[in-house]
């Protein structure tokens, strides 16, 4: 009886600490009802908001968005040759939400960046040695993953959940 106890024990503790990994943390937005570019625009700023003040400064660059730029061309051109930052994908592309949680809330939206615009890329190396800066990356990739899964975008949304979960 005590071994079938235990097992369950720890069956709920697997099950409970991967849905905890996927899911957006508790002081995340959540978006409700149809998904409009508002309601978009609400959450990740929401997310920013939490997560922006937990990254170091020190060393940051600037960048100016010139046409025809992406943020994860961007974010691969900062971050794609670093080693050690977990499973970022093809060239940390996935690591975007950084960037943006830097640059001062100039980026809303992933996806509508315009020429311009000026962006903060901060060391990332230094903020994943860190251990508070480290987990508030990694809780701003899952809640941004949230964001992508109710637009309907599962490969980016897959993307940041893994990188997420190799922090």
Not at 2 to 26: D, E, M, Q, R, W
Not at 43 to 53: M, P, S, V
Not at 132 to 157: H, M, P, W
């Amino acid at each position: 009886m005590k071994k079938i106890s235990v097992l369950c024990l720890v069956a709920l503790t697997v099950f409970f600490a991967l849905s905890c990994k996927t899911a957006p943390s508790s002081s995340s937005p959540k978006i409700e009802g149809d998904v409009t570019q508002e309601k978009v625009n609400t959450a990740l700023e929401q997310i920013y908001d939490t997560y922006r003040t937990k990254l170091i400064f020190t060393d940051a660059q600037d960048y100016t968005v010139k046409s025809g730029d992406s943020l994860s061309q961007i974010t691969r051109t900062y971050y794609g040759k670093l080693t050690g930052v977990g499973e970022a994908g093809p060239s940390n592309g996935f690591y975007f939400p950084v960037i943006m949680l830097a640059s001062d809330s100039h980026i809303v939206d992933p996806d509508l960046i315009e020429p311009g615009m000026k962006l903060k890329v901060v060391d990332l190396q230094k903020n994943l040695a860190n251990p508070v800066s480290r987990q508030a990356i990694k809780d701003c990739l899952n809640d941004v993953a949230y964001v992508y899964n109710k637009k309907g975008v599962t490969a980016t949304e897959d993307g940041l959940k893994k990188l997420a979960n190799s922090l």
